[in-house]
Structure formats: structure tokens, C-alpha cells
């Protein structure tokens, strides 16, 4: 038997996604919280042959299709996390409420909406049984952590062989690109406090100044990412907080706090920051005669894709949308996702769809997570069809 086509039959249901997409993105919601967003994915669901749960520690939801013929569990995850920034794309249904998507999330919910509406028609054709995991708290915390903890991977009864999802991202409309081994990096954060003694500005003679000695720890870390790793194991660090407090300006301070981003590809170089930056910065400040306070947070693990599964994933999106719509990615992406804790648990495939619009200047494109970011929700049908495919496929195999 053949495999339904189900990029025919998205068609029919673009107009309902590109609806709820809409109205998503107009009323974004942050964090583990998102009672509207959850109200509307429900509505959304309504009507279909679904198990339906709900989280308790975080609003999300965990639908199942029972398929009609036997076969395993495959899970299919779309995010619905928005992010703290102020909109600015000028679009009839903009936020207003100081919040945005600016990360596409509003396209990976409605895509994985059109998925469950796709799969629930072919339902007696489906072997298996397809999770669908619409996640709060991707940006920062850890929502496919919690919903793992909650029993989301024992939801259909057995667990899921393999894992999917989708994240929108700029670039030629359309295309889908993905890679075997790590796809995105790990994420972690470094807060450091510099302690020294404070004064007045004139009289840096009787003071321990924790300035100076701050900016010579932003440039120690910079020394240290480009001279410990290899360039093939990459390390990416940038400081995105330097204070000293709202003082007058003619006091030294008592202290400095900085904090960073640190993205990584590997455990060998996770481990290397743990114990490299810690000996790095307190080297510094003792050096001035200071003392620092050093906080190394490991927040996301690296996304690893699984080579088999990929293999099929890209054979199974090739043949639905034509070889020249499927990359390979040559390198993975600096940028983290809390997927990867649902493939430290089950083999599957991270995949990127680029989704600009096709009157876009390529030199002038935003990136996620920019107050200015287009993404072009024609794409939603083709969306809701991979995911749909590669949940068929996987389950008939």
C-alpha cells in the first residue's frame, strides 16, 4: 500500500492554519503558562479521534492517535513558547501585548495541529500510534524536561521508537535542511560576581577596583574559548551582561557582575568549561587581589539527530517534496533546543523549513528571535505534510 499524499491533502486545511497561526501570534503568551494558547490548541483539536491530556506543572498538551493497524509509538513535537520582545514587523495581526514569536513557534503549533488533522483522516490506514507534543517553555525553561517528567513519552502506553519536529527558521521558502549526529548546540549560562572595595573615583590607590578587572576577565574568556578547544569541537561564549550597578559616576564599586551565553557541541568540551572557566576567572580576579563568584548553569544538552532515522527522514521528505527541497546542513547550528532532551531519550530527527517570504532581499533577512522577523505562513500546508509523512512512514516500517 502506498503512502497517503498528504501534501494534497493539506491543501484543503491551509486556510484553518494559517487562521490559528494568526491568531496565535497576535496573543503571544511566555514560559510555562500559556492558558490562552493551550485553550486554543484544544479548540483547535476538537472533534478529532484524540486522547487528550494536559500537563499540570506547565500548560501543556499530549494527544494520541490510535492507528487502525498495529505498529509502534512515534511522538511529534511542536513548541508554543513566545519570547520577551516588543514587535515590530508592521503585520495586521501583530502582538501588542510586549510579547512576540519571534521564533516561529505560532508556525510549529499550527503545524503540528495540521499534522493531527492529516493523520486523524488516514487514521485507519495509520499503523501505531502518533504522540502529539504541544510543549510549553522552550526559551529557557525546559518545558519538554518537565512534560518528559509528567509521563509523555509513556503516553500512547509503550514508547515511542523514534521522535520528530519542525522549526521554522529564514531562508528560500520551503526548503527543508537537516543533518545527521549533533544539529544544534548545547546551551549554558555563566554568571560571575567580581567582589572588591569600593571608593571614590579620584582615589583608585585606596580602593580594590573590581572594574578593570572585570573587563580583563570578558577578554580571558574570549582568550580562552579561541585557545582550549578545537575549531571542529566549536565553543561559542558571549558576555550579554556587564553592570555595575546604578552608583553615582565618580564611585568605584563595590562589585561587578557579568553574565554569558556559552553554546558547546560535546560532553569533552562541556567538561572543559566546567572546570576551565571557574580557574580562569578567579585566576583574574585574584590577581587584582579580588575574589569572584563564579556560576556555570547547564541548561539545554547538544541536539543530537539520529543517523538511521535521519537517513529515512530525508528519503521520506524527498520523495513527498523533491530532492532539490531537501539539504544536508554542512554544520550544525550554534542555537539550542530543549528538544534535544526528548532525543536523549528516543532516536529521531531535528529539521529546519526556511519560510521567508519569497519577496525577501537575502541580505537584509532578520533572524529568529528579532523584533523584525517574517515568517511566511504559506508554509504551514507543506509543514503539517512532513511531519504527517515522516509519523506514517516511520510507523509502517
Not at 283 to 292: I, M, P, S
Not at 306 to 325: I, M, Y
Not at 363 to 370: A, M
Request: overall charge negative; glycine content about 10%.
Amino acid at each position: 500500500m502506498s503512502a497517503p499524499d498528504f501534501a494534497a491533502d493539506a491543501v484543503a486545511i491551509l486556510p484553518d492554519l494559517v487562521a490559528l497561526r494568526r491568531a496565535l501570534h497576535a496573543d503571544p503568551e511566555l514560559g510555562l503558562d500559556l492558558p490562552r494558547t493551550q485553550q486554543k490548541v484544544l479548540d483547535a483539536l476538537e472533534g478529532l479521534p484524540l486522547e487528550i491530556t494536559t500537563g499540570t506543572r506547565t500548560t501543556s498538551v499530549v494527544a494520541v492517535l490510535r492507528g487502525g493497524r498495529p505498529g509502534p509509538a512515534v511522538l511529534l513535537r511542536g513548541d508554543m513558547d513566545a519570547l520577551p520582545i516588543e514587535e515590530t514587523t508592521g503585520l495586521e495581526f501583530a502582538s501588542t501585548n510586549g510579547t512576540m514569536h519571534a521564533c516561529g513557534h505560532d508556525l510549529h503549533t499550527a503545524g503540528l495541529v495540521g499534522a493531527a488533522r492529516l493523520l486523524s483522516e488516514r487514521r485507519d490506514e495509520l499503523h501505531g500510534s502518533v504522540i502529539f507534543m504541544f510543549q510549553p517553555g522552550e526559551e529557557g525553561h525546559g518545558g519538554a524536561k518537565v512534560m518528559i517528567e509528567e509521563g509523555l513519552l509513556d503516553a500512547a502506553g509503550e514508547r515511542p521508537v523514534a521522535a520528530y519536529a519542525i522549526h521554522v527558521a529564514p531562508g528560500p521558502r520551503g526548503l527543508f535542511a537537516t543533518r545527521s549526529g549533533a544539529v544544534a548546540a548545547g546551551s549554558n549560562q555563566l554568571f560571575v560576581t567580581v567582589d572588591g572595595r569600593g571608593g571614590h573615583g579620584s582615589q583608585p590607590h585606596q580602593t580594590l577596583d573590581p572594574v578593570p578587572a572585570a573587563a580583563e576577565i570578558v577578554l580571558a574568556l574570549q582568550s580562552f574559548v579561541t585557545r582550549r578547544f578545537d575549531a571542529f569541537d566549536p565553543v561559542v561564549l558571549s558576555v550579554t551582561r556587564l553592570s555595575t550597578g546604578e552608583g553615582a559616576v565618580n564611585v568605584i564599586p563595590e562589585q561587578v557582575e557579568l553574565a554569558a551565553t556559552v553554546r558547546n557541541m560535546s560532553p569533552a568540551s562541556l567538561a572543559t568549561l566546567q572546570e576551565g572557566l571557574p580557574r580562569v576567572i578567579e585566576g583574574v580576579a585574584a590577581a587584582h587581589g579580588l575574589t569572584a563568584d563564579v556560576r556555570f548553569d547547564t541548561m539545554y544538552p547538544v541536539t543530537v539527530n539520529d543517523p538511521a532515522e535521519t537517513a529515512e527522514t530525508v528519503d521520506v521528505l524527498q520523495g513527498v517534496f523533491g530532492e532539490q527541497r531537501v539539504v544536508i546542513m554542512p554544520t550544525p547550528m550554534m542555537g539550542s533546543e530543549d528538544f534535544a532532551f526528548v532525543l536523549d531519550e528516543v532516536p529521531g530527527t531535528f529539521i529546519a523549513l526556511m519560510t521567508s517570504p519569497p519577496d525577501a532581499d537575502p541580505s537584509t533577512i532578520e533572524w529568529n528571535h528579532s523584533p523584525r522577523v517574517l515568517f511566511d505562513d504559506a508554509v504551514l500546508g507543506d509543514q503539517a505534510a512532513a511531519l504527517a509523512s515522516v509519523a506514517f512512514a516511520r510507523t509502517a516500517r
